[in-house]
Nanobody, 122 residues
Framework: QGQLVESGGGLVQAGASLRLSCAAS????????KAWFRQAPGKEREFVAA????????VYSDSVKGRFTISRDNTKNTVYLQMNSLKPEDTAVYYC???????????????WGQGTQVTVSS
């Protein structure tokens, strides 16, 4: 059984940048599609970005397109989320997840990290 561990969250001001990391342990998840989801207080968890196992394709939600970049380094079993031009509405707990399927639907993701808090002040 593998684990996904997120890091890199924090408190920043609007306009700042953060880079989240998600490291896999116990298994490589190297061929798995990876994604980031987020959940704001009082809201349902939503899709943010996904990347294919080979890193050949990515997809983003409209709310983060042009500001966030998902990438992965399979030699380090790590996926990243570079977040630029952060807005207060980006405040949420960010989760990484792994799936055998290329999907934006969280129901297709069987492995999840514990989440990392991102807070953006205005």
């Amino acid at each position: 059984q593998g684990q996904l561990v997120e890091s890199g969250g924090g408190l920043v001001q609007a306009g700042a940048s953060l880079r989240l990391s998600c490291a896999a342990s116990g298994r490589t998840f190297a061929s798995y599609h990876k994604a980031w989801f987020r959940q704001a207080p009082g809201k349902e968890r939503e899709f943010v970005a996904a990347i294919s196992g080979s890193a050949s394709s990515t997809v983003y939600s409209d709310s983060v397109k042009g500001r966030f970049t998902i990438s992965r380094d399979n030699t380090k079993n790590t996926v990243y989320l570079q977040m630029n031009s952060l807005k207060p509405e980006d405040t949420a707990v960010y989760y990484c997840a792994a799936s055998l399927y290329k999907s934006t639907d969280q129901r297709d993701y069987a492995s999840w990290g514990q989440g990392t808090q991102v807070t953006v002040s205005s």
